[in-house]
């Protein structure tokens, strides 16, 4: 039996890699530490299909220095550190150091990721993980610490293309075909960015064709893929596109939506935590102030998750979707927080007022430091107006107030404390 089409066409070389421009194309960060011969350790992070495996066979084939891989599905502490006592046996003075590559290195727990600590840090090898999540949440800091990290983007649309012309015309099996892409829509929308799914759609479409010509149109495309519901999703690979309908489900305040998809979610094998870390953004970034109390909700059901994990932690799981998805909605901290980093990016360091600063010492009450800094608990209301930004941008807005219950109080007390500053 041949190899799959997407193991067939696994690029050998940087020059053949498609996509990623912007850490491996010319002149690009990571490109030109390959190009030197010496890299540090680092971790890849993106979404399934992008290339993360791929990067780390080319770079080690680039180096030719020994190349060591675990899944981290199925290794333990002891697969680590027999992999660590391998690569500094076989390495001899002023060569690179192995490279030790970790596929899925976010499923690693605490005392895995421990293991490999001494051996990064004395160069014995280097690591090169790859994950699908946010490394800050499942990295322990330590590690994170001796590691570059290198995000990587789902493949956009010309990227793709380029991948489907080079399978027609260089595959060993495809270009036997008489294969005509008339139409592309349906093959680029549902690989959703992934080159492995892409590959793997048209290998199905292209098989399913008992004609030696083959015309691949968009409603082709989707017979075939009723045809095969799972083939383009295969191990939950499709999980991206349905957090993303599950998120946008409660934003958009439709209980019922949002439990499809967590159901679907739970079906598939999906990891809880990845569940419930993403009720908690929903809260803080989609409820928000409007009903503080959801942040609350969601933390705790992340907790009880961690606690008794499946199959109980559905209940909590679902209960705090129905909160979030029935809560009212707002976004203003999550907008307040981007402007603010938009003026901080855009101003730079401005320097703290005077009065704002702290005074710990004589020297620095002489020369001005908290002066005129007025308490407000001394005052009614435990409110008094003073100015809190820097002197360039003394009426600076950046929170607006939503209209709904609890934000027009928080709006209301604003107006009566500053005036007209908060008369949007």
């Not at 789902?154 to 139409?183: F, H, Q, T």
Request: charged share 25%.
């Amino acid at each position: 039996m041949s190899q799959p089409l997407a193991e067939r066409l696994r690029p050998g070389t940087l020059d053949d890699y498609i996509g990623q421009k912007h850490i491996v194309g010319e002149g690009a960060v990571l490109r030109r530490m390959i190009d030197s011969g010496r890299i540090s350790s680092f971790i890849l992070w993106g979404p399934p299909g992008v290339g993360k495996t791929t990067l780390a066979q080319i770079i080690a084939n680039k180096l030719e220095t020994p190349f060591y891989t675990l899944s981290a599905v199925t290794s333990g502490v002891k697969d680590v550190r027999d992999v660590i006592e391998k690569a500094g046996k076989g390495r001899f003075f002023n060569e690179a150091s192995p490279i030790l590559f970790i596929d899925e290195i976010h499923r690693f727990n605490k005392s895995q990721q421990d293991s490999l600590l001494g051996a990064v840090e004395k160069g014995t090898i280097t690591l090169i993980g790859a994950t699908t999540e946010n490394p800050s949440f499942e990295v322990i800091r330590p590690l994170l610490s001796r590691c570059q990290l290198y995000v990587l983007k789902s493949l956009e649309k010309e990227d793709l293309l380029e991948l489907l012309d080079r399978a027609l015309k260089k595959d060993i099996v495809l270009k036997e075909r008489n294969i005509e892409l008339k139409e592309t829509d349906a093959l680029l929308r549902y690989s959703g960015g992934d080159a492995r799914k892409l590959l793997n759609i048209l290998e199905i479409v292209v098989e399913s064709s008992s004609d030696c010509d083959v015309v691949i149109t968009d409603d082709m495309v989707v017979d075939r893929l009723q045809q095969n519901p799972l083939a383009y999703d295969k191990d939950g690979e499709m999980h991206y596109d349905i957090i993303s309908a599950f998120i946008k489900s409660i934003r958009g305040s439709d209980p019922d939506a949002a439990l499809y998809w967590l159901a679907r979610m739970i079906e598939g094998g999906e990891d809880p935590k990845f569940i419930a870390r993403r009720l908690v953004i929903s809260a803080a970034e989609d409820i928000g102030l409007a009903n503080p109390n959801a942040l609350l909700l969601a933390n705790t059901a992340f907790e009880a998750v961690n606690k008794i994990g499946w199959p109980e932690g559905r209940i909590p799981l679902a209960e705090a979707t129905v909160y979030l998805a029935t809560s009212p909605k707002s976004n203003s901290a999550y907008l307040g927080i981007d402007s603010a980093l938009g003026v901080v990016r855009k101003t730079g360091n401005l320097p703290v007022p005077l009065h704002l600063r702290n005074a710990p010492t004589r020297l620095m009450k002489d020369i001005g430091y908290s002066d005129g800094y007025v308490y407000p608990h001394d005052y009614p209301g435990n409110f008094a107006a003073q100015q809190y930004l820097p002197d360039e941008i003394p009426a600076l807005r950046l929170w607006h107030g939503q209209h709904n219950s609890a934000e027009e109080k928080h709006l209301a007390r604003m107006r009566s404390c500053w005036g007209e500053r908060f008369d949007d």
